[in-house]
C-alpha cells in the first residue's frame, strides 16, 4: 500500500514539475518571460502577460535615453533615476548600481528577453529600439565604471575625455603650482592595471591637450566653401532620388529571411543532438540580434525612405558647426562634439587619438592642404571624392558625395 502511496506521489510530483517545465516552454515560445516584470513594466495577474506600467514606463524610457547621449556616468543616472522616482523596491533610496547597470543592459526593453542565457523573442511592447540600446552598450564601455566623487576635479576640463593608449585605464588630472604661484594642470594615466605595467609616466599639460583637442576638432570640420558646394549637390540628388526603387528593403527583407532559415536549421541540429547546448544558445544569441538590428533598419527605411538625404544634409551642417567651435575656442563644447563623433578617444606618449566615426573619419583623413578656404584645382578633386555619408543606402547609385 505505502509503495503504492509513494510511487503515485513521486509521479505527481514528477508529472507536476514536467507541467509546469512545459508551461514554461510554450510561454517563452509565445513570446512570454515568466518571471517578475523589469522596471517599467508590470506582471499582469489575470492575462498573465508583462505589460508597460503606466507610472513608470516613460520615466524609464526618459534614463535609457539620457544615458544613450554618453553624457552620464552610472552613478549621475543613479541619481537622475531618484529624482524621477525610480527607487529601490524595499528601501525606498537611490537603487544600487548593480541594479541600475542591470536595466541598462536588459534586452527586455527592446523587444527580446534572456531566459537562462538565451535571447528570445519577446511579445511585450519595447520601450527603445535596438539602435538605442546599442548606443547605451557603448556608452556603458566609454564612461560606465563608478568613480568615486573628487569634489575639486569637477572643473578639471578634459577629464573622463580620454583613456590611455596603452592600459586603457582612465586619464586624470591634477593640479600643480609652481613656484612662481601660477598654477598648471597636468592629464596621466592612472596606471592602475595590476595585469599591464603601464609605461605612460609623462604628464600633458592642459593647454597642450586644449591645444590637440583643437587640432582634431579641425580635422573633421567643413569649410564654408565646401558647405554650399555639398548642399548644392545634395540638392540634385534630392530631386534624383525621388523614384528609387525599392531594392534595397528587398535585399534587407533576403537577409532577414535567410537568417530565419539559419534559426530553423539551428534549432534542428540542437534537437538532433549535433550541438551542444552551450554552443546553440551562443550562436542563436547571435542570430537573433542580428536579425533584430536587420528588421529595425527595414521599418526605418519603410518610414523614412529617402532619410539618407536629410542625414547627409545634417552631417554637413555639423562638421560646418565644427568649424566655428574651433574658431571660438570653446574648448567645452569641441570636447562634447569630439566625444560624440569619435569613439576610443586615447592618449600616449602625450598625443591625442581618436577613431571617428563615419562618415567623420573621411574628414579626417584629408591632408590639410585641403581644409583651406579657397578653393583650389588640387583641392577640388579631394573634396568631391569625399563620400558625404554611410547612412546612404546601398541601392543608391550615385556616389555619395563623389562626382
Ligand atoms: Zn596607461
Redesign the pocket.
Known amino acids: 500500500m505505502l509503495s503504492v502511496a509513494f510511487g503515485q506521489a513521486k509521479y505527481y510530483t514528477d508529472n507536476l514539475r514536467e507541467n509546469i517545465l512545459r508551461g514554461i516552454r510554450q510561454k517563452i515560445r509565445r513570446g512570454e518571460l515568466s518571471a517578475k516584470a523589469p522596471l517599467g513594466y508590470f506582471n499582469e495577474p489575470r492575462l498573465r502577460t508583462i505589460e508597460p506600467d503606466k507610472k513608470t514606463f516613460n520615466k524609464v524610457k526618459e534614463v535609457l535615453r539620457a544615458f544613450a547621449t554618453s553624457e552620464y556616468t552610472l552613478t549621475k543616472i543613479q541619481s537622475k533615476m531618484f529624482s524621477l522616482g525610480l527607487v529601490g523596491a524595499r528601501s525606498g533610496k537611490k537603487m544600487p548600481l548593480s541594479s541600475v547597470e542591470h536595466i541598462l543592459k536588459n534586452p527586455f526593453y527592446y523587444g527580446h528577453f534572456l531566459y537562462r542565457g538565451e535571447l528570445h523573442q519577446g511579445s511585450h511592447k519595447p520601450m527603445i529600439t535596438k539602435k538605442l540600446f546599442d548606443q547605451i552598450q557603448q556608452a556603458l564601455k566609454d564612461n560606465g565604471k563608478p568613480r568615486k566623487k573628487r569634489k575639486e576635479k569637477k572643473e578639471l576640463l578634459f577629464l573622463n575625455f580620454a583613456r590611455?593608449g596603452?592600459?586603457?585605464?582612465c586619464i586624470t588630472a591634477d593640479r600643480k603650482i609652481k613656484k612662481s604661484g601660477r598654477e598648471y594642470v597636468y592629464y596621466f594615466?592612472t596606471?592602475k592595471?595590476k595585469i599591464q605595467k603601464?609605461q605612460?609616466h609623462r604628464f600633458l599639460r592642459e593647454e597642450n591637450f586644449s591645444e590637440q583637442v583643437k587640432e582634431n576638432c579641425q580635422k573633421v570640420s567643413l569649410p564654408d566653401v565646401w558647405r554650399e558646394r555639398y548642399l548644392n549637390k545634395l540638392k540634385i540628388w534630392e530631386n534624383e532620388n525621388r523614384q528609387t526603387s525599392d531594392l534595397f528593403a528587398q535585399n534587407l527583407k533576403k537577409e532577414i529571411s535567410a537568417i530565419k532559415t539559419k534559426l530553423e536549421r539551428l534549432t534542428d541540429a540542437y534537437l538532433a543532438e549535433v550541438l551542444e547546448l552551450a554552443e546553440y544558445q551562443q550562436t542563436k544569441n547571435a542570430l537573433m540580434a542580428e536579425k533584430k538590428t536587420k528588421e529595425e533598419k527595414l521599418s526605418d527605411f519603410e518610414r523614412k525612405g529617402n532619410h539618407w538625404l536629410e542625414l547627409t544634409r545634417n552631417w554637413i551642417l555639423e562638421a560646418n558647426q565644427a568649424k566655428n567651435l574651433a574658431l571660438q575656442d570653446n574648448f567645452s563644447e569641441m570636447k562634447n562634439y569630439l566625444k560624440k563623433i569619435g569613439s576610443n578617444r586615447r592618449l600616449a606618449a602625450e598625443r591625442l587619438e581618436i577613431d571617428f566615426k563615419k562618415p567623420f573619419d573621411l574628414l579626417a583623413k584629408l591632408p590639410a592642404e585641403a581644409r583651406g578656404e579657397a578653393p583650389s584645382e588640387a583641392t577640388n578633386s579631394i573634396w568631391w571624392t569625399v563620400r558625404g555619408s554611410n547612412s546612404r543606402p546601398p541601392h543608391c547609385k550615385c556616389g555619395a558625395l563623389a562626382n
Open positions: 590611455c596603452e592600459c586603457g585605464y594615466c596606471r592595471s603601464c605612460q
